[in-house]
C-alpha cells in the first residue's frame, strides 16, 4: 500500500537534526488517532510529522482495553513464577523468555536499570494471545513511521530486524531505567503500553521525558491502564522509581508494569544499532 508518510519522514531527517528534549505531550483519543492515520490526509501527514520531529510526544487514551491489560499483567507474572530468571540472545530459534534484571545485572545493557522483563516472539507460541490485539495497534505505528503495516511481523533473527513484545515491572523502590534514547534506524518511534496506574497501583515516580533545561515533564497524572504513548527514539526518557519507601519483592506483582513494542535488529547483526545513555544529571530519577 502506498505510505504517504515515509518521503515526509525522509525529508525531514535530512533537514535537521534528530529531537532530543520533548516539547508537548499532545492527548488524542485511539479511534480518532487511528482514523487519521489510517486515512493518510495530506495535511495530517505533515501536520503530525513536523510535530513528532519537533520533539512533540503522543498519549493516545483508550488504545488497549483495561480487562486485557490487567489480564496480561497477571498471566505474565503467573508465567514468571513458574520459570527460571534466564537470558537469551535475539539468534535464530531464541525462545521466549524472561530475566530479572537486578541493579548489578543492569548494568551490562546499553543504559542502567533495574527490572524484571518478559519477552515475547512472534516465531514462538504466544501463550496469551497477545500478538493479534498488539499488532493490530503496532500496524497503525508502523504505517505512521513510514513502513508497511506488517512491516517484520514474519521476520526471524536471521532476517536482521525482528519485532519483540517485552512486559516490564519495575519494582518498589529499586526500579528504573536511567535516561537514554532509543534506535531509531528501524522504528523510528518508541512506543508503550500502560498496565499500570500511578495512585493506584504504585505512588510517584514512573515515566518521564527531559525537556529543555533538563527539566522532567511528568506524563504519569494523564495516563490510565490501557493508553499508549509514543514520541520520536530519540527524545531523553527514562523511568523513575516508585513506591521509595516499600520494600521491592521480586515475587509479587505491585509497582509499576508497562508494555514495550519495538522492532530490533537481532544479533545476528554484526555492529547492530542500539540505544544510548542521556549523560544528564537529574535529581530524583535514580535510585538512592
Known amino acids: 500500500m502506498e505510505n504517504k508518510y515515509a518521503p515526509v519522514w525522509e525529508r525531514l531527517e535530512h533537514s535537521g537534526p534528530r529531537p532530543e528534549r520533548v516539547r508537548n505531550v499532545i492527548q488524542m483519543g485511539y479511534q480518532e488517532f487511528k482514523g487519521k492515520v489510517q486515512e493518510q490526509s495530506d495535511s495530517f501527514v505533515h501536520s503530525i510529522l513536523d510535530s513528532l520531529y519537533s520533539g512533540d510526544a503522543y498519549l493516545i487514551k483508550g488504545a488497549f482495553p483495561k480487562a486485557f491489560m490487567t489480564d496480561?499483567?497477571?498471566n505474565v507474572h503467573a508465567y514468571c513464577k513458574d520459570r527460571p530468571s534466564e537470558f537469551y540472545k535475539m539468534l535464530e530459534g531464541s525462545p521466549d523468555f524472561h530475566r530479572i534484571i537486578d541493579p548489578e545485572t543492569?548494568?551490562?545493557?546499553?543504559?542502567?536499570?533495574?527490572?524484571?522483563?518478559?519477552?515475547?516472539?512472534?516465531?514462538?507460541?504466544d501463550p496469551f494471545d497477545v500478538f493479534a490485539p498488539i499488532n493490530e495497534r503496532w500496524r497503525v505505528l508502523k504505517l505512521l513511521m513510514g513502513l508497511q503495516p506488517h512491516a517484520y511481523e514474519n521476520n526471524t533473527p536471521k532476517d536482521g530486524v525482528v519485532d519483540r513484545i517485552q512486559v516490564v515491572?519495575?519494582?518498589?523502590r529499586i526500579g528504573f531505567l536511567e535516561p537514554h534514547t532509543d534506535p531509531y534506524l528501524h522504528q523510528r518511534l518508541i512506543f508503550s503500553g500502560y498496565m499500570s496506574k500511578r495512585g493506584v497501583d504504585y505512588?510517584?515516580?514512573?515515566?518521564?521525558?527531559?525537556?529543555?533545561?533538563?527539566q522532567v515533564l511528568n506524563v504519569e497524572d494523564d495516563i490510565d491502564v490501557g493508553d499508549i504513548c509514543f514520541c520520536y527514539a530519540t527524545v531523553y526518557h527514562g523511568v523513575a522509581p516508585v513506591d521509595i519507601d516499600k520494600e521491592p519483592d521480586w515475587e509479587?506483582?505491585?509497582?509499576?508494569?508497562?508494555?514495550?513494542m519495538y522492532s530490533n535488529a537481532s544479533d545476528e547483526v554484526k555492529n547492530r544499532h542500539t540505544g544510548s545513555p542521556a549523560k544528564l544529571s537529574i535529581p530524583g530519577v535514580l535510585p538512592d
Do not use: A
Open 72 to 74: 496480561l499483567r497477571k
Open 106 to 125: 543492569g548494568k551490562k545493557y546499553s543504559f542502567l536499570s533495574c527490572k524484571h522483563s518478559c519477552y515475547f516472539y512472534h516465531w514462538n507460541d
Open 203 to 214: 505512588q510517584g515516580g514512573g515515566f518521564y521525558l527531559v525537556g529543555e533545561g533538563d
Open 169 to 172: 515491572r519495575y519494582p518498589p
Open 252 to 260: 509479587n506483582d505491585d509497582g509499576r508494569w508497562f508494555l514495550s
